[in-house]
């Protein structure tokens, strides 16, 4: 290199030397052009602006001796006007650029458009114009771009090797006509056009990482203007692929950085992750410590970073992500100046982060300049302006904020105006058009008085459902459109949104790959929405959708995962296809659902899992609709029908107790009859929230801590709630002795409802009266019946099952459970074939292959409820914990009993969202076990030989009796029942016996 250097240096240094000779004529202009091309050769090799400086007037001198029309002086031309270019590269000096498109259309002029140059100089001309619509914003310089560049590509026919370039460089033309002008039809053509390039390009050609980028930027716009999450997807992987072929120290490494960190943070927009944003704040300081701080593209940079600044606030509510983000914008801004194409955009964004500052921090000044920022960008957006609909939206909100503060009515006019405007300016088809119509409706619904002369009820209804069913719009956009609808509707008008309201918030957990993101994701679903829909329904009369409304609003992340084990029976002989198609497809989703990422996963592979997780989700939901047109199926996996549900209760009634803050009320679901309304007007709930709170503090603190609270607590059930339910069940001739299913909403799922009682004296209590069973949802209890009633089933009634006795006296980390062994010992006594795995035998994997061999099971060790993180809830073994999700995904074949003594299976104490019931005896009833017992928290380690004994000597009764040989995880319940009366016959305190519970058939 360096001797390379040395030769030009001894080169320029002769041609001086022979020019100092000659006298001027025209034998000096080939001379002239020979030193010109010397010194432009150095200058890009060691960046010397006085090499470039000195070819220029080389340049200048030798066109000077050209003939007019002389093709040397054409070419001459050609140069100057590339050396013009390069030192405005270098020094930005808006003359040298004015210069260098002045002597490229003198060149042009001189190329035919027969001669072989002309594509080039076409090009080279757009570079120029184009480099001038960045200065100075004028639209007619980049439709003069799109013109040149469409001729250049005339000009390279298939086949032609120049046209791969031609074909990104208009595409990139286009693209930035787009996202300045908004012309739809850009994005498309630009699309094709990237990938008509990139398969022209031969592997290993150096072009082919920025035609990748380009590509990642359009697909990027079209999600923007379409809303198809996949657009992303590809976007992102063209964008990672561009990054991995450019070489080290590329110049085109930092802008591909933040066209990534751009599509990330779309997608986390879209699908939450936080990974995603971390990546995208991350690529873009990547690309601040790449840029050279006078590099003319840290004008993008700038604004995408200041971007993510602002995404990254609304994540975790930094006030030094938000004050930086304003930073850079006015920094931006400055950059702008009027007449800038770029100043309305730059506006609006300074706007939006002034106005989420003020929001934080009450400072009026804030808000009125992000008032005076939306106008000022306002006035420059003309009609047809792309981002005039955001500016007029932005304002609005705004004006409805400054409403809220002064109480001006004319204001909030003006914001009503203001939106009507925007969705007259923006395409029908917009996404966007979403979050307008919905701030339009919910201005309306919040501010009915102040815009009483123009308030219609029907027009704000109307607004909300077009909001929330808007084709184009991002799932989260129409969710949140819904959630709103919901919240600002009461009575009859509510139950038209409510169903769009659980469907939206169903795709809304959809979008996440695994039941572990959904379960994060649910937490910012609010949770009593089902209760208060039900409430309404009922003070409609109209019971069954209250029943409807319950089971599709509860447990949704359960509602999904049992779509994944639907049975499809009656499809079988020549739709054989299809079943087996929707097996292979439900597989793949659980399978993804039930997944966990190691701390080894890189991000890469996540968005990989993700992306394939949506494309067998778009396949999956395709073959579910190929299924409804079949006839018999057209409500296949639509949310069920009473019709349906109340077969749940043909073992005996099943008890839905809804809590809300609209009204309480028990619904008695039987199997021949419309539901059963009692009301339970001296319930509350604030008093069901305040007991559950009671009784959160009682399991802290040790239930014998505190026995005078918890029986306060079963006495107000007792009298507010359960009394008035046994009145109604003897009036349907529910006979004592005889089994009810409990199905508790909201903070009751928390609280014992079956040890209910006065427990005073002789007087009866609930267990004394009816054997109590608990189900999360209806659809959950039909599983466990029909699992039997399956041709796939091979269930018969066993006069010996397989019992697999799971037993650690003493577990690493865990203190000591000395009764186990007694407890094994009376079990073994009973039933007849019993495998143990005990002590260092319950090891991780042989606890999992006995799941497999065993339909009965009996966990006596340790286990652990993750509040937050229910899905790896554990039971403790001797290596390592048996998480939920590892018996989930181990899917028991023949599960049919799980007797789990084990401190805190049933618990859903503590829990944020109790009514989604996600712990280990729920879950246990989801993998396939018909009936589970379980513990709602700690217990006492001496009551369980007891127990166990009395349950399974009930259980075997017959077989041990000799009457008999029926064994029928149906009669656990009923069991239970005898072995807890056995429990208080021997004077274990009520709060010991109290914390058993069954679960299922």
């Known amino acids: 290199m360096q001797s390379n250097i040395q030769d030009l240096g001894d080169a320029v240094t002769i041609q001086r030397a022979v020019l100092s000779c000659d006298h001027p004529n025209k034998s000096s202009s080939a001379e002239l052009t020979k030193l010109a091309g010397y010194l432009r050769t150095r200058s890009s090799r060691l960046k010397r602006t006085q090499d470039l400086e000195e070819a220029i007037q080389c340049y200048r001198q030798a066109f000077i001796f050209h003939p007019a029309g002389h093709t040397d002086g054409r070419e001459t031309l050609s140069d100057l006007a590339d050396c013009l270019y390069a030192l405005y590269q270098q020094q930005c000096g808006e003359q040298n650029l004015e210069q260098a498109i002045n002597y490229n259309r003198k060149s042009l002029l001189l190329h035919t458009k027969e001669h072989p140059g ?98 990642g930027l359009s697909l990027c716009d079209e999600y923007h203007r379409a809303g198809r999450i996949q657009d992303l997807d590809e976007a992102i992987s063209y964008h990672r692929k561009a990054l991995l072929l450019y070489p080290m120290g590329h110049e085109n490494i930092p802008v591909t950085l933040t066209n990534l960190a751009n599509c990330l943070e779309a997608r986390y927009d879209e699908v939450g992750h936080i990974q995603e944003m971390e990546t995208a704040i991350e690529s873009n300081k990547q690309a601040v410590l790449l840029y050279h701080a006078d590099d003319l593209r840290s004008t993008y940079l700038l604004h995408t970073l200041a971007g993510c600044l602002m995404s990254q606030y609304e994540k975790h509510n930094r006030i030094e992500d938000l004050q930086q983000a304003v930073d850079y914008f006015r920094r931006l801004l400055s950059q702008c100046p009027p007449g800038h194409l770029h ?105 009915a008085k102040a815009l009483k002369q123009n308030y219609d009820p029907q027009e704000f209804f109307q ?127 659980e399978r993804s659902a039930t997944s966990s990422i190691s701390n080894q996963t890189t991000q890469r592979t996540i968005e990989e899992q993700a992306s394939t997780y949506r494309r067998v989700t778009e396949e999956w939901e395709a073959l579910v609709e190929q299924i409804r047109n079949v006839r018999g199926f057209g409500n296949f996996l639509l949310p069920p029908r009473y ?97 009810i299913w409990w199905c508790p909403t909201s903070y009751l799922s928390c609280l014992p409802i079956h040890a209910a009682g006065p427990h005073k004296g002789r007087n009866q209590n609930l267990p004394d009266l009816y054997v109590s069973s608990y ?25 010996s099952p397989r019992l697999l006795v799971i037993a650690q006296p003493r577990t690493p980390g865990q203190e000591g459970i000395p009764k186990v062994k007694e407890e094994i010992g009376r079990i073994q006594t009973l039933v007849k074939s019993v495998d143990v795995l005990l002590g260092e035998k319950a090891t991780h994997q042989a606890v999992l292959n006995g799941l497999g061999d065993h339909s009965w099971v009996h966990f006596a060790c340790h286990a652990s409820q993750k509040v937050g993180d229910p899905f790896n809830s554990r039971f403790h073994l001797h290596d390592e914990s048996l998480t939920l999700l590892n018996i989930m995904e181990a899917r028991p074949e023949e599960a049919q009993f799980a007797f789990l003594p084990a401190c805190h299976s049933a618990a859903v104490v503590g829990n944020i969202r109790p009514h989604e019931a996600i712990n280990l005896a729920n879950s246990l009833q989801f993998v396939g076990f018909r009936s589970v017992i379980g513990t709602m928290y700690a217990m006492a380690d001496i009551d369980g030989p007891l127990l166990s004994e009395h349950v399974y000597k009930h259980l075997f009764r017959r077989v041990n009796d000799g009457s008999g040989d029926l064994v029928d995880y149906r009669d656990a319940a009923e069991a239970l029942n005898i072995a807890t009366r056995a429990l208080r016959d021997a004077g274990v305190p009520i709060e010991r016996w109290i914390n058993f519970v069954h679960i299922g058939a």
């Open 118 to 215: 002309r594509a080039t100089r076409l090009e080279k001309l757009a570079l120029c114009i184009e480099a001038q619509f960045w200065c100075k914003g004028r639209a007619e310089d980049v439709e003069e771009v799109i013109t040149l560049r469409r001729e250049a590509l005339m000009l390279c026919p298939p086949g032609n090797s120049g046209r791969p370039d031609a074909l990104i460089n208009l595409s990139h033309a286009l693209r930035t006509r787009y996202i300045n002008l908004g012309h739809m039809q850009d994005v498309k053509e630009s699309i094709s056009f990237n990938k008509e390039a990139l398969h022209l390009y031969p592997e290993g050609h150096p072009n082919r990482p920025m035609c990748m980028n380009n590509l």
């Open 343 to 447: 100043r309305p955009a730059t506006l609006n964004n300074l706007g939006k982060c002034l106005i989420k500052q003020h929001m934080r921090l009450g400072t009026l000044q804030c808000l009125e300049d992000s008032i005076h920022n939306f106008k000022e960008a306002l006035e420059l957006c003309h009609k047809d302006h792309p981002d005039r609909p955001y500016v007029l939206t932005n304002l609005a909100t705004c004006y409805v904020v400054q409403y809220e503060k002064d109480g001006k009515d004319e204001i909030l006019k003006e914001a009503v105006e203001l939106l009507h405007m925007a969705i007259k300016d923006i395409p029908p088809d917009h996404p966007f058009l979403t979050r307008i119509l919905t701030l339009l409706a919910s201005t309306y619904a919040d501010h």
């Open 463 to 589: 607004l909300f459902s077009q909001a929330a069913n808007h084709p184009t719009a991002t799932i989260k956009d129409r969710y949140s459109a819904s959630l709103k609808w919901v919240e600002r509707l009461h009575g009859l008008s509510s139950l038209h949104a409510y169903p769009t309201y659980f469907a939206l918030a169903d795709r809304y957990l959809l979008m996440r790959s695994s039941l572990t993101s959904r379960y994060e994701l649910l937490n910012s679903i609010p949770p009593w929405h089902s209760c208060d829909a039900a409430a309404f329904a009922i003070e409609a009369e109209d019971l069954e959708k209250a029943v409807e409304f319950l089971e599709q609003g509860g447990n949704m992340l359960w509602s999904q995962m049992g779509r994944y084990r639907m049975q499809l029976v009656a499809l079988q002989g020549e739709r054989a296809p299809l079943v087996e198609e929707f097996t292979r497809l439900s597989r793949l989703m």
């Open 643 to 739: 019709s349906h549900l109340q077969r749940s209760s043909q073992n005996g009634p099943v008890i839905i107790i809804n809590v809300s803050v609209v009204r309480c009320d028990a619904l008695i679901i039987t199997v021949q009859n419309p539901p059963v309304l009692v009301p339970l007007p001296s319930v509350r709930m604030v008093d069901v929230h305040r007991y559950t709170l009671e009784f959160i503090d009682v399991v802290r603190e040790g239930p014998s801590c505190r026995r005078s609270l918890i029986l306060s607590i079963l006495r107000n059930l007792w009298d507010d709630m359960i009394l008035p339910i046994l009145d109604k069940l003897q009036e349907l001739g529910v006979r004592p002795g005889s089994r």
């Open 775 to 799: 189900t999360p949802t209806l659809s959950a209890l039909l599983r466990s019946i029909h699992a039997d009633t399956s041709p796939c089933s091979t269930y018969t009634k066993n006069p």
